[in-house]
């Protein structure tokens, strides 16, 4: 059987000294051994009156369920349902899914629903992992007294207009994009540790966190970030956007930093000696010290006016070519 796959890539260290991309798939189509096939209910034209009761039977006792194209009996078939673990809602016709005390349910997939415009998803014991894709028309969210939740995913619904998520303080990853967002006022991220929030419109960003490891705010439009609670920032985001400057002074534990295409005229990088990576192309730099990073393995500084950078006479990583001169401490190598 075919599947479709759906690829999120995300730039993340998996090591102290490896860096590599880490790839998540959200299979939707379902898997022959594992979901139940019954097919007549994939169909619009089923009238749920008439189902036998063995079809019933089987679809209280399954634990897995992937649903496609269902439109007006949507609301009948999801009732059946209260006793599953996953759940796989894929391009049916609804305009509202409430997914409420459903206290067996593990994780909910809610994918390119066209005509969805309010998700409310409460009171679920046990739901630890919530995937919202693709849902153009989507104006409302309401996430409330989900004990479990771990991890939300919520990626393309450029119509957002409300999004509530109350009392999750299990919540430790979070990640709202391309959702129409400049300001995350109303969400409590003081336990998060993967925080994504690329492709909205925050022109400033302070939210306080002391847990946060990985942070992207790429594609948005600031001019303005503090990082001064982060204190355990590994991996940091923040390309196309209109920074100036960019205080890394208390994230001694960042390896990643991605700031390519910014305003940037300076970057003091003497507080991150674990640093690994870094790509800050496409700026306004004109030098670059990278003495106090001697784990750096990579470095991108193409598109700058950069005529000198000066390295540690021990670094043996590689530096994007570009006209400038390396400096090796007390040698000059061309």
Request: glycine fraction near 2%; charge should be neutral; aromatic fraction near 8%.
């Amino acid at each position: 059987m075919k599947k479709l796959l759906l690829i999120l890539i995300l730039f993340y260290l998996t090591s102290c000294n490896e860096i590599r991309f880490n790839y998540y798939f959200l299979n939707l189509e379902p898997d022959e051994k594992e979901y139940l096939s019954l097919n007549l209910l994939l169909k619009d034209s089923v009238d749920f009156n008439y189902l036998s009761s063995n079809d019933i039977n089987k679809l209280k006792k399954s634990k897995k369920i992937y649903l496609k194209g269902i439109g007006k009996n949507f609301l009948n078939f999801i009732k059946l349902l209260k006793d599953i673990d996953l759940l796989q809602i894929i391009k049916c016709s609804v305009f509202e899914v409430d997914i409420i005390k459903y206290n067996s349910l593990k994780r909910l997939d809610i994918v390119e629903l066209q005509y969805l415009k309010k998700l409310k998803i409460k009171h679920n014991e046990l739901l630890k992992n919530i995937i919202v894709l693709h849902n153009e028309n989507l104006q409302n969210i309401s996430l409330e007294n989900n004990p479990s939740l771990s991890s939300l995913t919520l990626i393309d619904s450029p119509n957002l207009k409300n999004l509530i998520i109350n009392n999750h303080d299990s919540l430790t990853s979070l990640s709202l994009i391309k959702v129409n967002l400049d300001n995350i006022n109303d969400i409590n991220i003081v336990h998060i540790k993967e925080l994504n929030l690329s492709e909205n419109n925050f022109i400033k960003f302070n939210e306080e966190s002391k847990y946060l490891e990985f942070l992207s705010l790429s594609n948005n439009k600031l001019n303005d970030i503090r990082l001064s609670s982060y204190e355990k920032l590994e991996c940091l985001h923040v390309d196309d956007n209109n920074l100036r400057k960019l205080n890394l002074e208390f994230n001694s534990d960042l390896k990643i930093i991605t700031c390519s295409s910014n305003n940037l005229r300076e970057l003091n990088l003497e507080f991150n000696s674990d640093l690994i990576f870094l790509n800050c192309s496409n700026n306004n730099l004109s030098k670059l010290d990278l003495r106090k990073n001697p784990k750096l393995e990579s470095v991108y500084s193409s598109g700058n006016e950069i005529d000198t950078i000066l390295v540690n006479k021990d670094f043996n990583g590689v530096i994007d070519k570009d006209s400038f001169t390396l400096v090796l401490k007390d040698s000059i190598l061309l």
